[in-house]
């Protein structure tokens, strides 16, 4: 079982600003989201895997990231019937660069685009920046995580980012590329893998409505 989040909203999130090995620092709604991701994965973990593990928590190495799983880990280990955990931060778990266009506008950059390419959304902008590292090589680092996770015996919490997440998902899921890279990429929820399914589990922000 994997457990798989993205990191919470960031300020470049917020602006519109593409990240991939850029970095910035998450707002106070991506830290309420991270908070809440960590009580919502309690709660499911609570049921099917009593305290107290440990469980491996690994982590992206960008600073959103290790961020949001530091406030995860904070509401995992709460109390005395929390979760041990043990961190590792995991290179092939980072967002897919986006080159020349990282630390941009995204909607900027489609402007600038020839006309026929104004349809396009950040997810098409990330597969197709100059000096990016594109679908290939995104793929392949993520598949080779994920054939060393395929039997894993304890639940694994993972942080990771909006497009590696999704091609995380994919692959597990056995989706070709168009399928993959339709799928959502939430900051209010996490997916867990598991069985051969990805389920969507919401999560609740405090103060928000049920």
Do not use: C
């Given at each position: 079982?994997?457990?798989?989040?993205r990191h919470?909203?960031?300020?470049?999130?917020?602006?519109?600003?593409?990240?991939?090995?850029?970095?910035?620092?998450?707002?106070?709604?991506?830290?309420?989201?991270?908070?809440?991701?960590?009580?919502?994965?309690?709660?499911?973990?609570?049921?099917?895997?009593?305290?107290?593990?440990?469980?491996?928590?690994?982590?992206?190495?960008?600073?959103?990231?290790?961020?949001?799983?530091?406030?995860?880990?904070?509401?995992?280990?709460?109390?005395?019937?929390g979760y041990?955990?043990?961190?590792?931060?995991?290179?092939?778990?980072?967002?897919?660069?986006?080159?020349?266009?990282?630390?941009?506008?995204?909607?900027?950059?489609?402007?600038?685009?020839?006309?026929?390419?104004?349809?396009?959304?950040?997810?098409?902008?990330?597969?197709?920046?100059?000096?990016?590292?594109?679908?290939?090589?995104?793929?392949?680092?993520?598949?080779?995580?994920?054939?060393?996770?395929?039997?894993?015996?304890v639940p694994?919490?993972?942080?990771?980012?909006?497009?590696?997440?999704?091609?995380?998902?994919?692959?597990?899921?056995?989706?070709?590329?168009?399928?993959?890279?339709?799928?959502?990429?939430?900051?209010?929820?996490?997916?867990?893998?598991?069985?051969?399914?990805?389920?969507?589990?919401?999560?609740?922000?405090?103060?928000?409505?049920?």
């Amino acid at each position: 079982m994997i457990l798989l989040f993205r990191h919470g909203q960031t300020l470049w999130n917020q602006s519109f600003r593409m990240q991939g090995a850029g970095d910035s620092a998450l707002t106070d709604l991506g830290k309420a989201q991270a908070r809440a991701m960590g009580v919502a994965a309690r709660a499911f973990l609570a049921s099917r895997y009593p305290a107290p593990g440990p469980l491996p928590l690994q982590i992206s190495p960008l600073g959103r990231t290790r961020q949001t799983a530091a406030l995860i880990a904070e509401e995992l280990m709460r109390g005395p019937s929390g979760y041990a955990l043990s961190h590792r931060n995991e290179p092939r778990l980072k967002e897919m660069t986006a080159g020349a266009w990282e630390g941009q506008d995204w909607r900027q950059v489609r402007a600038n685009l020839p006309p026929d390419q104004h349809h396009l959304d950040v997810i098409d902008i990330f597969r197709t920046a100059p000096g990016g590292e594109g679908d290939a090589a995104a793929i392949a680092r993520l598949d080779l995580w994920l054939d060393d996770h395929a039997e894993v015996t304890v639940p694994h919490i993972v942080v990771s980012h909006g497009i590696s997440g999704m091609i995380l998902r994919g692959l597990y899921l056995g989706l070709d590329d168009d399928a993959m890279f339709t799928q959502d990429r939430p900051q209010d929820a996490f997916y867990v893998l598991s069985k051969g399914q990805a389920l969507r589990v919401p999560v609740a922000l405090e103060g928000s409505a049920a």
